[in-house]
C-alpha cells in the first residue's frame, strides 16, 4: 500500500522556537493533505486541509499564523509551529489523500515545548 | 458542521467476549464511515470501513453496520483477544470547502483481559 513518512518523528523544543513538520507520500501523488493535532487521551481533531500549490483552509479555531502549512508539491506538505509554546504540545499526524476513499496516515510527529 | 458522537468512552471484556462500539453522526450527506484502532503513540490504523450504500459489512471478527435513517453505525468485535485492546475511533466524512473531511469520534479505549 501507500506510504507517508513523517519527519522528524519526535521533537523536543524550547518555547518560542519553531519547528517544521515534514509529511511525505513515497510511491503516490498527494493533491490533498489533512493536518490533525491529538492531545493525550483525545480524539484527532482536523486542523487544516491543503492541496498542492494552493493555500491551506484552516478549521475555525486554529490560528493561520501559527500553524503554516506549505503543500509545494504533490509528495510534500509542511506544518511549521511557530513561536511554539506549551500548550502546543501534542501528536501531530499528516493525511494524504488521493480521492474521498484513498486516505493514509503518516506515522505522526509528538512535539513536546518546554 | 458534522458531529461525531462514540459510547462507551471505555470498554472492558473478558477474553473471548464481544465488544460493540456505536456512534452517531449529524450530517445525513455524509457517505463513508471508517474505524481506526489506535496503540499508544502510533498513527490509527484502518480497520474495516463502510459506504452509506451498504448495510452491513463484515471481516473476520470485525464487523460494522450502519443504519443511515438513524444516522449511527456500530463496530463489533467478536472473540475479543488482549491483543485487540487499543483505542478505537470512529469518523465519517463530510464535504466541506470542496474536500472530504474526516471527522472522528471521540475514541472508546477498549481493554480485554485475559
Known amino acids: 500500500g501507500a506510504v507517508v513518512s513523517q519527519h522528524p518523528s519526535w521533537v523536543i523544543c524550547k518555547s518560542g522556537t519553531s519547528v517544521k513538520i515534514e509529511c511525505r507520500s513515497l510511491d503516490f501523488q498527494a493533491t490533498t493533505m489533512f493536518w490533525y493535532r491529538q492531545f493525550p487521551k483525545q480524539s484527532l481533531m482536523l486542523m487544516a486541509t491543503?492541496?498542492?500549490?494552493?493555500?491551506?483552509?484552516?478549521e475555525q479555531g486554529v490560528e493561520k499564523d501559527k500553524f503554516l502549512i506549505n503543500h509545494a508539491s504533490l509528495t510534500l506538505s509542511t506544518l511549521t509551529v511557530t513561536s511554539a509554546h506549551p500548550e502546543d504540545s501534542s501528536f501531530y499526524i499528516c493525511?494524504?489523500?488521493?480521492?474521498?476513499?484513498?486516505?493514509?496516515f503518516g506515522p505522526g510527529t509528538r512535539l513536546t515545548v518546554l | 458542521g458534522e458531529n461525531v458522537e462514540q459510547h462507551p468512552s471505555t470498554l472492558s471484556v473478558q477474553e473471548g467476549d464481544s465488544a460493540v462500539i456505536k456512534c452517531t453522526y449529524s450530517d445525513s450527506a455524509s457517505n463513508y464511515f471508517p474505524w481506526y484502532k489506535q496503540e499508544l503513540g502510533k498513527r490509527p490504523q484502518l480497520i474495516i470501513d463502510?459506504?452509506?450504500?451498504?448495510g452491513e459489512k463484515k471481516d473476520q471478527r470485525i464487523a460494522v453496520t450502519l443504519n443511515k435513517t438513524a444516522k449511527h453505525f456500530s463496530l463489533h468485535i467478536t472473540e475479543t483477544q488482549p491483543e485487540d485492546s487499543a483505542v478505537y475511533f470512529c469518523a465519517a466524512t463530510v464535504f466541506s470547502g470542496g474536500y472530504n473531511k474526516l471527522i472522528f469520534g471521540a475514541g472508546t479505549r477498549l481493554a480485554v483481559h485475559p
Open positions: 491543503s492541496n498542492e500549490g494552493s493555500k491551506a483552509t484552516y
Open positions: 463502510i459506504r452509506s450504500n451498504v
Open positions: 493525511r494524504s489523500a488521493g480521492d474521498p476513499d484513498t486516505q493514509y
